[in-house]
DNA sequence: TGGTATCATTCATAAAAAGTGATACCAGAG
DNA sequence: CTCTGGTATCACTTTTTATGAATGATACCA
């Protein structure tokens, strides 16, 4: 039961006869003869009664009209909606370091939020590495990343530069424990050659998912972490913060977004924002 | 935007990707290819974001396989609908002259409904020579007319038997007036056979459109009028009753329908019950 | 690094559906 | 009776949908 099938049923339902539904379709009388047939045929029941003078509603066709109706309405909103969806609605997801997402997104996603209520925001947390993958395989629509990429299919709006303080208790300073993100993480490539630059070898390693696990083992104790300095100065408990040189220390992040993702109106809006916040905010 | 469109839509959005929904589908990708791409030239937007491996919804596919299940499912409810409505639902109009719609059908209405509650059923009332013409021209399912109709398209149903009888104020017996429904009633024509054979010359004839006109005017001493016994012997008020002689006075009604209306199961039941009062209900 | 498998797209073409124009047919009106 | 205003039917054209084979891109595997 296809859609234009229904219009030109309704058509003779509401005029009343072939010749002047055909009028009103701007095509011939024998085709809507022939479509009503085959419309008769696919549900296996008389929708017309012919008279000698134009065509009546059966009974059934009383009942195949309303729902017409309500479908040729439900297609005319399913259209609008995603028309409307470029402007507004819809959903985008958005991936973020940790620390960015602790730090940096609350006030610009609230603004987002204020501006676009009706889209969804789908917010999650992983590694640079991951991230970056994650968009260029459209399971983003954008993420906070803290490298650029080197592929032509993807937009990089710079966001934010931040510093990077090395965090340890107190005594702690020259441990020989990392405690960092798993693999992927774009500060754990930083502190990493940090170690290696000032001869702190060997190292070692440990893993974890989340920014609580590290900030808890390193007040425990554990070893030392490389953090944001703004993340770092708002650390409940008592951490000694390290200085970096500038070269490891400044990581410019950046909004990625893939160049074939659908440029609609909230997503030029997020890239708007991201933009605005692109002041070196760290010298 | 045609259901089957969105048949091979949803497809692919659900497979995510168009070998494995041509494959549910039942033909070939490259057709696939091509009605996604026609949709996507239809609204304007593209619907999936081409991945190395299979394809995904973008934002705008998003919100439309939302319509789209909607969509279909209505489609399904229409269908499903045409079809019940074989066995209940949809409507009925019937028609029946005034006197039988206040004695004979109410009843019967009652048991109709009781046992097809989802049927509409829509009752209007006119004259025999009316209603039949409603029948033929299908403005009527049914109706129940005071004579016989020469017209082999038409089915007829013995409906029952009723006795007319002359109904005056006392003393207002003998009048030349008669009063009764515009042209086409049935008993009307009785009447003025009655006066003519016995002579009551010129009568003159005031036109109704509703009995309670009539009975009114009859009350006020204008005039004689004729009515089913049934229905005389209920009036509220003081009247003469004068009997007729049989050729006269009796008179067959009959539910008549064409015979091109869809025998539905409501139908049938209505006419199956109209038989069932199919007894000579006065001699 | 090359080979193979998996997808999507493109293209030429076949099949089906929708649309056309002419004509036949039917019933009511004059 | 013919005329008129309508539907149905038919042979035909155009458009849409479907096919199969070829191409190209990418991932996976050795």
């Known amino acids: 039961m296809e859609i234009s099938a229904l219009k030109v049923f309704i058509a003779v339902a509401e005029t009343g006869g072939v010749s002047?539904?055909?009028?009103?379709?701007?095509?011939?009388?024998?085709?809507?003869?022939?479509?009503?047939?085959?419309?008769?045929?696919?549900v296996q029941v008389p929708l017309f009664m012919r008279k000698s003078r134009g065509m009546e509603?059966?009974?059934?066709?009383r009942v195949l009209l309303d729902h017409a109706y309500k479908l040729l309405d439900m297609e005319r909103q399913a259209r609008l909606a995603v028309s409307a969806s470029?402007?507004?609605?819809?959903?985008?997801?958005l991936g973020a370091m940790e620390t960015a997402m602790a730090v940096r997104l609350p006030s610009m996603i609230k603004t987002f939020h204020q501006r676009h209520p009706h889209t969804e925001l789908s917010l999650s947390t992983g590694t640079t590495d991951e991230m970056i993958k994650q968009v260029l395989n459209h399971q983003l629509d954008c993420a906070v990343v803290g490298s650029t990429v080197e592929n032509d299919g993807v937009l990089q709006y710079p966001f934010f530069r931040e510093r990077l303080v090395l965090v340890s208790t107190p005594g702690d300073e020259t441990s020989h424990t990392l405690l960092v993100y798993r693999k992927g993480c774009a500060y754990r490539a930083r502190a990493e050659e940090w170690l290696r630059r000032i001869g702190r070898l060997p190292f070692n390693v440990m893993e974890f998912g989340t920014q609580e696990g590290i900030v808890g083992c390193v007040s425990a104790g554990l070893g030392l972490t490389i953090l944001p300095l703004e993340v770092a100065k708002n650390l409940k408990g008592d951490f000694t913060i390290t200085d970096l040189p500038d070269d490891i220390a400044i990581v410019d992040t950046y909004l990625i977004c893939k160049k074939s993702t659908i440029q609609t109106k909230p997503m030029k809006t997020l890239l708007e924002l991201a933009n605005q916040q692109n002041l070196s905010q760290v010298a």
């Not at 085709?31 to 009503?36: E, L």
């Not at 509603?57 to 066709?61: K, P």
């Not at 507004?88 to 997801?93: L, N, R, V």
């Open 57 to 61: 509603l059966s009974a059934q066709g």
């Open 86 to 93: 470029l402007e507004d609605g819809g959903s985008i997801s």
């Open 20 to 42: 002047t539904a055909a009028e009103r379709l701007h095509c011939v009388q024998s085709n809507v003869t022939a479509r009503i047939k085959k419309l008769e045929d696919e």
